[in-house]
């Protein structure tokens, strides 16, 4: 059985995104791999950067559902647990979305085009570090982290962290230089460490 046309697209987009770069992964190669006309592809995707935002979301690790949801519920795991998690999903995400997005670096008329359809769409890389904020906001609300906690600068601190291991290291360990912990033990020093200056 087929996988419908908009799973099929996907699909694509997130291959030839991943393989090309964003830049060069074209909706008419991406429609070409995906088995349907461009036109078609249009008909679910308004622009290459929805489609962008869609595999974004729907492919790769989820960072930015994990953000909101802890935000509005932190549940019944401890601050550093959830931090934890939030580093560990942080390092795959940015360790799937580097080499998509790196082309846009080269090209300033692309990345300027790109930076004003993803603030026109609401979105953008600042995303994470918002939902990190406002998730550490509600703990420090709680009586979790201290009251004098700077939570943006430790949703800052913590993400950069996880997106720097992620450009200065093969996360997968196939070329390059392998990170000195695997992505669990990062995650839970990071952490650790982290919640040291914050916590109450």
């Known amino acids: 059985m087929h996988k419908p046309t908009r799973e099929r ?8 995104m991943r393989t090309l770069g964003l830049s060069r992964a074209t909706t008419k190669e991406i429609a070409k791999a995906a088995g349907c ?11 290459k950067e929805d489609l962008f935002v869609a595999v974004l979301t729907e492919r790769l690790p989820r960072l930015t559902p994990l953000l909101h949801r802890l935000a509005l519920d932190p549940g019944a795991r401890s601050v550093g647990e959830n931090l ?3 580093a560990r999903q942080a390092v795959l995400f940015y360790a799937e979305s580097f080499p ?18 993803m603030r026109d769409m609401g979105t953008g890389p600042h995303m994470p570090i918002e939902g990190l904020d406002a998730y550490l906001r509600t703990e420090q609300a709680a009586g979790r982290l201290a ?4 939570t943006f600068a430790a949703a800052s601190l913590l993400l950069g962290a996880c997106a720097q291991r992620s450009f200065a290291y093969d996360t997968e360990g196939r070329i390059g230089k392998e990170p000195p912990q695997n992505v669990d033990d990062f995650a839970a020093a990071l952490a650790a460490t982290l919640l040291g200056g914050i916590s109450g």
């Open 9 to 16: 697209i996907l699909d694509a987009a997130h291959e030839l």
């Open 37 to 47: 006309s461009e036109a078609a592809l249009y008909k679910y995707f308004a622009s």
């Open 84 to 86: 934890t998690e939030i």
């Open 100 to 117: 998509i997005a790196a082309s846009l670096y080269a090209e300033t008329r692309l990345k300027a085009r790109h930076d004003t359809a």
């Open 147 to 150: 009251p004098t906690a700077d």
